[in-house]
């Protein structure tokens, strides 16, 4: 069962363009939503995490909108720019982190110039 | 990589033999967790440790074993190894929630690329 579902699956974006990355989540139980940043043959790192208590986080070029009631979240990208291009993923915990996390299919993002 | 290093870094096998993937972390946390990744699936959690000796699966443990005799390492086991399961594995730790306004992020390694022939 596909408890966060990611779209979409790769993202080709101009460079200073707005990328949108989308994330719909099923259990209400969730609490903490971060999102992942991959580049070919890395691990995953944090990018940019969120709880259900605020509706917007931003961190630079990188936002986080989270609409609770539709139970949706969406990753915006700013001012896109070449070093950007890599695998994205959503995920979603309970606990804050503390219980296990369940991650989406992954966007690959590509920014061309 | 948050002190986290994975043994071995690439591995190809055949069919039906064992296979074993170490982690191993100089960070100290209690909380460590293997996922495998996919084209189309992202990431899929196999089995995690909430502490020495303590264990529990995730949600495509089949095939798979873990074990956990000291906090930094956390061994994979795959008894009889299948080409389903070839795959990049990803280890992950994490450790307890700090107090305040805060969440429990996980670190990632740098993966191990498991083929099986």
């Known amino acids: 069962q596909q408890q966060v579902k990611q779209s979409p699956q790769s993202l080709i974006v101009q460079k200073g363009g707005i990328s949108i990355i989308n994330c719909a989540y099923e259990n209400t139980a969730f609490d903490y939503f971060p999102w992942y940043q991959q580049f070919p043959g890395k691990g995953p790192a944090l990018l940019i995490a969120i709880r259900p208590d605020v509706s917007e986080k931003k961190e630079g070029r990188f936002t986080i909108s989270f609409n609770k009631s539709a139970k949706q979240f969406s990753l915006h990208i700013m001012d896109s720019q070449p070093g950007d291009s890599a695998t994205y993923f959503c995920?979603?915990?309970?606990?804050?982190?503390?219980?296990?996390?369940?991650f989406g299919t992954g966007t690959r993002l590509t920014i061309i110039p | 990589d948050a002190g986290i290093t994975q043994s071995p870094r690439h591995k190809v096998t055949e069919t039906g033999t064992p296979v074993t993937l170490r982690c191993h972390q100089t960070?100290?946390?209690?909380?460590m967790y293997w996922y495998r990744q996919d084209p189309g699936h992202g990431l899929r959690l196999i089995h995690y440790s909430y502490g020495v000796k303590d264990t529990d699966k995730g949600e495509v443990s089949d095939g798979y074993s873990v074990s956990r005799s000291k906090t930094e390492d956390f061994l994979l086991t795959l008894e009889s190894a299948t080409s389903s399961q070839t795959s990049v594995y990803f280890c992950?730790?994490?450790?307890?929630?700090?107090?305040?306004?805060?969440?429990?992020?996980?670190?990632f390694g740098p993966g191990t690329r498991l083929t099986v022939l």
């Open positions: 995920a979603a915990s309970m606990n804050f982190g503390n219980e296990k996390l369940t």
């Open positions: 960070e100290n946390h209690r909380y």
């Open positions: 992950a730790i994490s450790d307890d929630l700090a107090g305040g306004y805060s969440y429990n992020e996980q670190f």
